[in-house]
Structures are given as structure tokens and as C-alpha cells.
């Protein structure tokens, strides 16, 4: 078993309109395991008594406005909801690994950048970067053009759907050094899923990595859907409209592989959430990952 253990800071989507960003933002205790979470009997018995799914026509019409319903969170919510990633370095310090040698410009793809949460910390840290980011949302990426840190030398930010618009308009094939999918593919239909990892598996250099973190199985956000919210396995829609999946390691593995990827890592991060005001601790599940293109195509 890999067990590491680190304080850290992080935040998601799972913060509660009303509640306050400071409520949540506490030191975490950290571990990573390979096994998932196990559930109390009442989560359990609470997910397995919550079957009903989302109408098929409601359900048409999420995905038909997934575009729509990020815009108005962004349009809700400007650039306050996300704290700014400072974990990425730390956490990926593959990104240094990815170098070949000590001076070589890294070219970075940022998937489903939003405000630019993480991209911007990381400039910050390495400015001899070039990051390009994407989003679906114009108006994450007017959000992101405005930052003062925006300097075109060093970032293009365009907005692109993932799932359909193809990332070499915009970006050169077997160009990017690493690509971060954070909290992005959780939002995308699992039916989609795959059409995001090969349209990126089209811009990464041979031998180059995804460096992925997303919800994982049994996380805290997933027991706390109320019933109504199910859309399929696995995957649930919030009262604002977006949608979030929560991944095994097992159905990530198996997603990226199809897509061509080599796994590299892939696991469990455990955390606890504790809001002193209310008294609550809570479990956190990530999943923590890393793919590659293979150097030579099958
Ligand atoms: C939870 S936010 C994470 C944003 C950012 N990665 C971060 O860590 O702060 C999910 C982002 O994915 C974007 N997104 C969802 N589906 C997408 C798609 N099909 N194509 C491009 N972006 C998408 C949303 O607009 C949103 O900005």
C-alpha cells in the first residue's frame, strides 16, 4: 500500500452556494490507497435505495445545455468559487520530470482551464511555460484572458468543446509536453468521455502525459445528492445543472486505455474536510492519476 501524507489545501465544486469559502477552507490530512473507500451501512444503504433515474428527455436536455449551464456558473459565480490550485506543482511533480533537460520550454495543455485556477499558479512557479487552455465556457475564457497575469507570450486561452471541436485548430499534433484534466472529465457524459481523451491524445507528443485528478467513488458530494439527482452509475446532476461523475480507478484505467494511454499511476487520495463552525468532518475521495501516449503507436 502507498500511504503518503501531506497537509494541503483544495476546493471544489461541493461547496454549497450559502456556504462561505472559509468554512471549508481547513488544513487536510491526506492519504493515498489503492483500495476504495468503504461505506458505513447507512451510505450504502442510502445509495442503494436511491435508484430513480432523471427522465431520458430531462436528461437530453442537460447535455444539450451542458455549455449553458457552466457559462451561468461562471456568469453566478466570476472568479470567486475556485481557490487557486497551488497543489498542482507539488502534486505533479512530474511536471519538472517532463523535462528532457534543465532548460527545455515545457508546452502545457490545460483541458477545461475554467478561470484559470491552476493555470495561473503554475506560470507563476515556472514562467519559462507556454500553457494553452480551454474551456467550453466563453465566459471562463474571457475570465482568463482578463487576468493581469495573461501575457499571450507565455498562454493562449480559446474556448473549445472537448467533446467535439478539435483541439489541432488551435494547437499543433504531437506538440504538448503534459496535459492537466482537473475536474473536467467528471463533468462530461461517460457516454463523451472518451471523445475528450482522444482529442487529446491527438496534440500530446509521443511519450508525453495526462495528469489527471477528478472525484473519486464514494466521495462526500456523491452521498450527499438528494434523490431526483442520479443520471446513470456513478454520475449525478447538481441543483445548478452541471453534472459530476465519480470514477473508479478501474473505469479510468479501462477509459484511457481504449483511448491509447499507458498507465503510469493511478490512485486514491483520501482526505478529511472539517468545518469547525458546524462541527462536521467529512470524506473527500479524489483519484489521482497518470496516462501516457505511448512513444511508438500500435
Ligand atoms: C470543476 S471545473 C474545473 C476547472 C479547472 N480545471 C480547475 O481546476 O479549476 C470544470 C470545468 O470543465 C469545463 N468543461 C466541462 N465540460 C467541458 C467540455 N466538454 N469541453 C471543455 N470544457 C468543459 C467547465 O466549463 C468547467 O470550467
Not at 449553458?68 to 498542482?88: A, E, G, I, Q, V
Not at 493555470?119 to 507563476?124: D, K, N, R, S, Y
Not at 488551435?170 to 482537473?182: C, F, H, Q, Y
Not at 446513470?232 to 445548478?240: A, S
Request: charged residues 30%; neutral net charge.
Amino acid at each position: 500500500m502507498n500511504f503518503s501524507m501531506a497537509y494541503k489545501t483544495e476546493d471544489t465544486h461541493e461547496r454549497s452556494e450559502n456556504e462561505s469559502f472559509e468554512l471549508w477552507s481547513e488544513q487536510f490530512l491526506q492519504r493515498k490507497e489503492h483500495e476504495l473507500r468503504r461505506l458505513t451501512s447507512e451510505e450504502a444503504e442510502k445509495l442503494q435505495n436511491d435508484r430513480d433515474l432523471v427522465s431520458e428527455f430531462k436528461q437530453l436536455k442537460l447535455e444539450r445545455e451542458a455549455q449553458k449551464n457552466w457559462d451561468l456558473f461562471y456568469k453566478r459565480n466570476s472568479t470567486n468559487f475556485f481557490k487557486d490550485r497551488h497543489w498542482t506543482t507539488r502534486e505533479f511533480e512530474e511536471l519538472k520530470a517532463c523535462r528532457k533537460f534543465e532548460q527545455q520550454r515545457l508546452t502545457i495543455l490545460e483541458a477545461g482551464c475554467g478561470v484559470g485556477n491552476c493555470l495561473f499558479p503554475l506560470l507563476e512557479e515556472d514562467p519559462s511555460l507556454f500553457v494553452y487552455a480551454c474551456d467550453f465556457s466563453p465566459r471562463a475564457v474571457d475570465f482568463v484572458k482578463q487576468n493581469p497575469s495573461y501575457n499571450a507570450e507565455t498562454c493562449k486561452a480559446f474556448q473549445c468543446d472537448l467533446t467535439m471541436d478539435d483541439l489541432t485548430d488551435n494547437i499543433p499534433a504531437n506538440s504538448v509536453d503534459v496535459t492537466t484534466l482537473i475536474f473536467v472529465l467528471s463533468a462530461v457524459h461517460p457516454d463523451r468521455m472518451h471523445l475528450v481523451l482522444q482529442n487529446i491524445h491527438k496534440v500530446l507528443k509521443p511519450g508525453a502525459c495526462v495528469l489527471f485528478r477528478d472525484y473519486g467513488l464514494y466521495d462526500h458530494a456523491m452521498l450527499r445528492f438528494k434523490s431526483g439527482s442520479k443520471l446513470g452509475e456513478n454520475f449525478y446532476v447538481r441543483q445548478d445543472g452541471t453534472r459530476s461523475y465519480f470514477f473508479t480507478k478501474d473505469n479510468l484505467r479501462c477509459l484511457f486505455k481504449k483511448t491509447g494511454f499507458e498507465e503510469v499511476s493511478n490512485e486514491y487520495v483520501f482526505r478529511e474536510t472539517v468545518n469547525k463552525k458546524e462541527g462536521l468532518c467529512v470524506p473527500r475521495v479524489f483519484i489521482q492519476s497518470k496516462f501516457c501516449k505511448p512513444q511508438k503507436q500500435c
